[in-house]
C-alpha cells in the first residue's frame, strides 16, 4: 500500500521553466509534507515542507501548493537551472515534530541547458 | 556539524552470512532511522529507536536487528542476508525538541551475492 505517491518517475525541463512536481497521499491525518532533495552520491536533504494548516510555502525559487481536500501537493522550482537536477521525494508526517516519515518513491528531475 | 555517517559506503555479502551496518550522529538527536531504499522504490522505514526504545515496523520485524549502544551510535544488523537484502540502507536521526528536520546519511549500498 503505497501511501504517498509521486506521479512521474523522472520529468525534464528546459533550463529557466518552472518544474512542477506532483504528489498525492491517501491518509487525511498526515499533517505535515516535506520534500527532501538528493544529489547522486549523497543522503536525502530536506529542501521545503508544509504543514496541512497551509495551503502555500514559499522558499525563493521553491514553493509547495498544498490542496487539503483534494490530498496533494506540488513543488514548483521556478527558473529552474542544472544545478536543480536531482530527485526529488515527497514525504509526509502524522504529527510535524515525532513519527516517522513516508516516503514517496522520487522524482528524477533534469534541467536541460 | 549537522551530518550523519554511515560505514561502510559499500558492502558485498555472501547469502546466509550476517550483514552489520553502522552509523553515527554528534547532534545528540534523540531518534535515529534506517530506511531501506531500492531502485525505483520509495525509501521505506525498517526501524528507529527513540532514545533506546526501538520501534521495529510491523512487516520487517524478523528481518533485521538493531542496538543502539549511546546516543551516538546505531546499528543494524541482518542475520543472514538472502538476494532481496540487496539495496541502499539510509541511517537518519531528528531531535523531537528541535523540531521536524531529519537528517539523512549517504547510505550504504549492499549487495548479496
Known amino acids: 500500500q503505497q501511501q504517498v505517491r509521486q506521479s512521474s518517475q523522472s520529468l525534464t525541463v528546459w533550463e529557466g521553466e518552472t518544474a512542477i512536481l506532483n504528489c498525492s497521499y491517501e491518509?487525511?491525518?498526515?499533517?505535515?509534507f516535506p520534500w527532501y532533495q538528493q544529489f547522486p552520491g549523497e543522503g536525502p536533504a530536506l529542501l521545503i515542507a508544509?504543514?496541512?494548516?497551509?495551503d502555500k510555502k514559499e522558499d525563493g525559487r521553491f514553493t509547495i501548493f498544498f490542496n487539503k481536500r483534494e490530498k496533494n501537493l506540488s513543488l514548483h522550482i521556478k527558473d529552474s537551472q542544472p544545478g536543480d537536477s536531482a530527485t526529488y521525494f515527497c514525504?509526509?508526517?502524522?504529527?510535524?515534530?515525532?513519527?516517522?516519515?513516508?516516503f514517496g518513491q522520487g522524482t528524477k528531475l533534469s534541467i536541460k541547458p | 556539524d549537522t551530518t550523519v555517517k554511515q560505514n561502510p559506503r559499500y558492502k558485498l555479502a555472501r547469502v546466509g552470512k550476517p550483514v552489520n551496518l553502522i552509523c553515527s550522529q554528534t547532534?545528540?538527536?534523540?531518534?535515529m532511522y534506517w530506511y531501506q531504499k531500492k531502485p525505483n522504490q520509495a525509501p521505506k522505514l525498517l526501524l528507529f529507536?527513540?532514545?533506546?526504545?526501538?520501534?521495529r515496523e510491523a512487516d520487517t520485524f524478523e528481518k533485521f536487528q538493531s542496538s543502539r549502544p549511546n546516543n551516538s551510535f546505531c546499528s543494524l544488523y541482518i542475520g543472514s542476508a538472502g538476494l532481496e537484502y540487496s539495496a541502499m540502507y539510509l541511517c537518519?536521526?531528528?531531535?523531537?525538541?528541535?523540531?521536524?528536520?531529519?537528517?539523512f546519511g549517504k547510505g550504504t549500498r549492499l549487495t548479496v551475492v
Open positions: 537518519a536521526s531528528s531531535r523531537r525538541d528541535r523540531g521536524t528536520e531529519v537528517f
Open positions: 491518509n487525511s491525518a498526515f499533517d505535515y
Open positions: 508544509i504543514r496541512s494548516v497551509s
Open positions: 514525504a509526509a508526517k502524522m504529527n510535524y515534530n515525532q513519527g516517522k516519515l513516508i
Open positions: 547532534m545528540n538527536h534523540d531518534t
Open positions: 529507536y527513540y532514545d533506546k526504545i526501538l520501534n
